[in-house]
């Protein structure tokens, strides 16, 4: 089960990247559940409720604005396996260049994961 959310504020694969003006991204996961009984689910008893959020992501990044940058993880409850969190990130250059004379403000905050991981050994 999953409830993710991913935010990108200016990506660019193929050619320099430049900015001034003012960026915002805000990502924040849901909520998922999931147990062990979950049959349409590739990972039964797997659930996960993260946020990535990214500012400013490309080739030769140059950047004179300013960025904000905010993820907030989500709540996952599982019988396996439970991932919540958040991952927030400013700036990422791919290339040769990454220049920046802007403020970038980031905040992330991890959500809530419980997981009852059930152990059975046969008789």
């Not at 924040?28 to 999931?34: E, H, L, M």
């Not at 409720?49 to 140059?62: M, Q």
């Amino acid at each position: 089960s999953s409830a993710n959310a991913l935010a990108r504020g200016m990506l660019a694969d193929l050619a320099p990247l430049v900015n001034t003006g003012s960026v915002t991204v805000a990502a924040a996961g849901g909520t998922a559940t999931a147990d062990r009984t979950d049959s349409d689910s590739p990972m039964p008893g797997h659930a996960e409720a993260y946020a990535d959020a990214y500012g400013i992501a490309g080739t030769g990044v140059d950047n004179a604005g300013t960025i904000s940058v905010t993820a907030l993880g989500g709540t996952a409850t599982a019988t396996n396996q439970a991932l919540a969190y958040a991952d927030a990130n400013g700036l990422y250059g791919a290339g040769e260049t990454l220049r920046n004379a802007g403020a970038v403000t980031l905040s992330a905050t991890g959500g809530t994961a419980r997981a009852a991981l059930l152990w059975w050994s046969p008789p």
